[in-house]
């Protein structure tokens, strides 16, 4: 990845983008735009389809999973080996649900402002207890809050490194740190995170971290990528599996398993390979720029539209320090859909959340592009 210093060509990234040169595109966090990478890495698997069939798996195919996997493992900064497939998060989160015992530690904490997906994993285990820490503002939840909900019952907290509904990143070490405290792992949805916020998983010392291709990674549906740290890969046994799973998949045998020693034993079935080529596209294309460049870019576009929407008399959900805050504005409306409806009709895309209208700066994104929303709002 470039170094904090390097100096970057947004116009020529911008030029990867068509979309974003049809439409005001300021709705990254519902939907990543589609990049000429990925649309060619698709065009790609569907040539080596048409010419290979299906021996494209064993020529090309497999390989390009374990690239995709490589290339997650170097933007969140994981070890070789860690990292799994899945199609969804829902997908992802049973597979690492169905591996603990909950006996003795039957909580889950998770909050108000998780997306559902995270609570409802747990919420049809009737063996588990559930515990969604409330919010007082609608932006974050206190770490007083999860240091007081956990103790030796807690099996998982399962939270977001990035609230979907208010933009807010949360200290994700500092919640692990307070997990480890009492035995419980930290588990980390870094959907709305990875790509637009700097993660390194060793670092914060997370036990799982998951992401997918659908918005910030710029990769499209049906692919996420999940980190296990190595300790847990040898502890921890799925009660869920599947084929590519199995660590002698190719010999079909319906007789015997044995999980991978990897992180691939979290892997279920066959991945959808459009999707694993158009999320390594979006991947590299992110790892190119580097972290810190996206994440600050993207830092001064969001800086310069809370900006435009204050000096407007508009009412905004943000944390009172923007530093806290990343790449998903949320503005009041009386009728959100309404209004999302008169900007489409602008070709300014964005997006609604009950009570909020939601936009979301990328780094594909320009300040004029802030303008042309604020103007249209008028």
Known sequence: MNSDHVEVDWAAY???????????FLNTCSLGALSRRSRAAVNQFLDLWE?????????????????????????????????????????????????????????????????????????????????????????????????????ERVALVATSHVFFTSGYIQPIAEIARLAHQVGAHALIDGYQGAGQVAVDVVAHDLDFYMSGGLKWLLGGPGIVEFYARPALI?????????????????????????????????????????????????????????????????????????ARLRERGAELKLPSNLREHAGIVMLRADDPAAVVRHLREHTILVDHRPGYVRVSPYFYNTVEDNAAFVAALE
């Open 234 to 306: 040898d502890t921890l046994q799925p009660t869920l599996a599947g084929w590519f799973g199995h660590r002698e998949q190719f010999q079909f045998d319906p007789e015997h398993f044995a999980f991978h020693e990897d992180a691939r034993k979290f892997e279920v079935g066959t991945p959808a390979l459009a999707a694993v080529y158009a999320a390594r596209a979006g991947l590299d294309l992110l790892l190119e720029i580097g972290q810190a460049q996206v994440q600050a870019r993207t830092a001064e576009l969001v800086a310069d539209l809370v």
């Open 51 to 151: 010419l290979h069939g299906a021996s494209a798996w064993y020529r090309t195919w497999l390989g390009e999973c374990a690239a995709l996997r490589a290339s997650f493992e170097r933007l969140v900064g994981a070890p070789s080996g860690s990292v799994a497939l899945a199609p969804s998060v829902g997908v992802a989160l049973g597979v690492i649900a169905s591996s603990y015992d909950y006996r003795a530690r039957p909580k889950i904490i998770t909050t108000a402002l998780d997306f559902p997906t995270i609570p409802y994993q747990w919420l049809a285990r009737p063996e588990c207890e559930v515990v969604i820490l409330p919010s007082d503002d609608g932006i974050s939840v206190p770490l007083e809050r999860y240091q007081a909900a956990l103790d």
């Open 14 to 24: 911008r030029a990867e983008f068509p979309s974003v040169e049809r439409t005001t």
